[in-house]
């Protein structure tokens, strides 16, 4: 069994969007974990201090669940929890309502909350929602449709680009890269290519190193360049 497919989604557009018939629950910052007890199967976000975020289930006291609804499946969560040994130090993701409890969510530290309608089934496309920022980043190397980006001049890792804007980008290029904050190793979370209305690539040449051709008031009068950094 593999986890749902994941899209992402810009926090202005989903704070714009009616959020009736979904269930939208808080994102856990762990690492995707998948635990088994009493004929039960969940889902759920390992977390550092030994906590197991569930975030859904696919078998229920024995039964493949997985067709189900996600109201189904939430009220088989329910009543697994409801005999839980407390032992196991499992919790489940706090579920939050509309754009209110997305904005809440974040004001509260959270990374951002997940979104699926409750009439699909578990391997259903989920939505997360989650603040991003847009970081001015060089690229160190074009590797396989994606960049190595540095930032002040440390790697961040890299990010995908295909197409013309992989064609038209070069190494030492600034571009605007959106992501969703950094990784403990200090990596770019979920780095992608910030688009402008063609779907180009924004490359900030204005903050590019250029070289300036000088011509001294010396005795030689030889030309001589140096590089400055906008």
């Known amino acids: 069994m593999n986890r749902p497919p994941y899209k992402s989604v810009d926090l202005a557009d989903a704070l714009k969007f009616d ?3 979904w ?3 808080v994102k856990a ?5 998948v635990r088994e007890w009493n004929g039960c199967r969940v889902w759920g976000d390992a977390m550092k201090d030994g906590r197991l975020m569930v975030w859904d289930i696919d078998r229920a006291f024995g039964q493949d669940v997985t067709r189900l609804s996600t109201a189904e499946r939430e009220r088989a969560t329910a009543e697994l929890f409801s005999s839980l040994n407390p032992k196991l130090n499992w919790h489940r993701c706090p579920i939050v309502s509309g754009a209110e409890g997305i904005e809440a969510a974040l004001a509260n530290g959270e990374e951002g909350t997940v979104g699926v309608s409750w009439d699909a089934p578990f391997n259903a496309i989920r939505y997360r929602v989650k603040r991003f920022i847009v970081l001015d980043c060089k690229v160190l190397f074009k590797h396989r449709n994606a960049l190595a980006l540095a930032l002040n001049g440390e ?3 890299s990010c995908p680009c295909r197409g013309a804007n992989y064609e038209a980008i070069n190494g030492g290029d600034i571009v605007e890269v959106i992501a969703y904050g ?7 979370r979920e780095a992608r290519l910030k688009l402008d209305e063609l779907g180009r690539a924004i490359v900030r040449r204005d903050k590019m190193a250029v070289t300036v051709p000088v011509r001294p008031n010396n005795i030689s009068g030889e030309s001589i360049s140096f590089t400055i950094s906008l």
């Open 23 to 25: 269930r939208l629950s």
């Open 19 to 21: 959020w009736r018939g």
């Open 155 to 157: 790697p961040v890792g």
């Open 29 to 33: 910052d762990g690492v995707t974990a």
């Open 182 to 188: 950094k990784t403990v190793n200090g990596k770019l």
